[in-house]
């Protein structure tokens, strides 16, 4: 996907001119991509600490000591999703605005819907498999618990871990029908004009503040601040996580409608990435104990969604300061994050469930299985996805394998 800032929109407002530190207009954002693919990259390491876990049933593991797996799923939880969906605003804006709404639909449909509609049953399939691999390992072969959303997987109403897929495309689905009103109504110069000056109001001092207010609002209205906002159960439209990830949405929208925007967060970093480690720790504290259930929501939930921002805008900056130019290792993990996730959750299960049996320490238990499907994930990604049409399907484009190139060029 391009990534490179564009000039304001016909009729906004001049922004002030990006400062040094921040990213050249002329430039790709690799800090982007790069952080795009750490927010997919948490994803595989929620799920393979999760049977670390208390109260864990898929695989009879000893947890980590000291609770260091429940407190690292905490803080990914905090905004790792928000942290997604602002990207993906970003990204879309930007791509609506130079290629236009309507090869904007046909690239999320093909990219995100598609996939969606194709790949999910086939990985509830690998799912139900697993959790026979699991019940047989624990000598109770043929009883295999149900689907989260309690209905047969074939009936296609369960996405699995692409839930979120789902709801990006939801979010895109109101994002577009509001600019078209407001298209309507208000023109395209004042439309301009607003979202110039949301994305100045949001990336100045304290703008982390504006920003994790959907996201608090969604806290509130769903009863409980613990695990943030929880994933939807089904594929029927859920307002708490559409609202947070809705307003997430539309920051990194805004974000990229203010030219300076971006180097204003690499200006700040620091200071976002300091709130959201002390915020987190009294959130995680929390929740690592009783008090939550004592300690009153709104006290609570602020604590979460701030972190959460605070994450958020921090790792934005910091990833832009890193990684100012391209590096090749860097660009090829990222083009293989969005397969690397699709892919991940039954090999990893697999994994995970054999090494349980091997008796060895849970941190080497771990490592392993990161390792080896590390390899098995990005070799089926060189050999079979960077350069084929299925790479074309979900980068937008074929790459150049690694390995395998003859293959790949077929």
């Known amino acids: 996907m391009t990534s490179r800032p564009s000039s304001p929109a016909a009729g906004a407002p001049s922004a002030p001119p990006a400062t040094p530190r921040g990213p050249a207009a002329s430039t790709r954002l690799h800090g982007l991509d790069a952080l795009r693919a750490v927010a997919l990259g948490l994803g595989v390491v929620l799920h393979t600490l999760s049977p670390f876990l208390p109260g864990s049933t898929l695989v009879d593991v000893t947890p980590l000591e000291s609770g260091t797996a429940e407190s690292t799923v905490l803080v990914i939880h905090l905004f790792r999703m928000v942290l997604f ?3 993906a605003g970003y990204f879309g804006r930007l791509v609506l605005v130079r290629r236009g709404a309507a090869s904007y639909v046909r690239d999320r449909a093909v990219r995100i819907l598609l996939p969606l509609a194709a790949l999910s049953p086939v990985v509830l399939v690998a799912i139900i498999g697993v959790e026979h691999y699991a019940a047989w390992l624990r000598g109770e072969a043929g009883s295999v618990p149900p689907l989260p959303s309690g209905v047969p997987y074939w009936l296609f109403l369960d996405p699995a871990h692409l839930w979120f897929l ?16 407001l298209l309507a109504t208000a023109g395209a110069e004042r439309l301009a004009r607003w979202g110039a000056a949301a994305g100045g109001v949001l990336s100045a001092r304290g703008g982390v503040l504006l ?21 939807p159960p089904d594929l029927l439209p859920d307002v ?45 504290a929390l929740e690592r104990t009783t008090s939550w259930e004592t300690t009153p929501l709104f006290v609570h939930a602020p604590l979460v969604a701030l972190a959460g921002w605070a994450w958020v805008l921090g790792l934005v900056g910091l990833f832009l300061q890193l990684l100012p130019r391209e590096s090749p290792a860097v660009r090829y993990l990222a083009d293989s994050a969005y397969w690397v996730y699709i892919a991940h959750l039954p090999l990893t299960a697999v994994v995970q469930l054999t090494l349980a049996h091997l008796a ?18 990005l070799l089926s990604y060189d ?9 074309r399907w979900l980068n937008g484009r074929r790459y150049r394998p690694l390995l395998g190139a003859s293959l790949g060029a077929r």
């Open 240 to 284: 708490v996580p559409l609202m947070t990830y809705l307003g997430a949405f539309l920051v990194g929208w805004f974000l990229h409608a203010r030219s300076d925007a971006l180097a204003r967060l690499t200006a700040q970093w620091r200071g976002h990435l300091v709130l959201a480690v002390v915020v987190s720790a009294a959130a995680v």
């Open 211 to 231: 920003a994790a207010v959907p996201y608090l609002a969604a806290l509130l209205l769903q009863g409980t601040a613990r695990h943030g906002v929880h994933q």
């Open 360 to 377: 060895w320490a849970p941190l080497l238990q771990l490592l392993v299985a990161w390792a080896v499907s590390g390899v098995v994930l």
């Open 85 to 87: 969906m602002a990207l």
């Open 166 to 181: 789902w709801v990006l495309v939801q979010v895109i689905v109101v994002v577009l029908m509001g600019r078209a009103l």
């Open 383 to 391: 050999l079979l996805v960077r350069g084929t049409w299925v790479g």
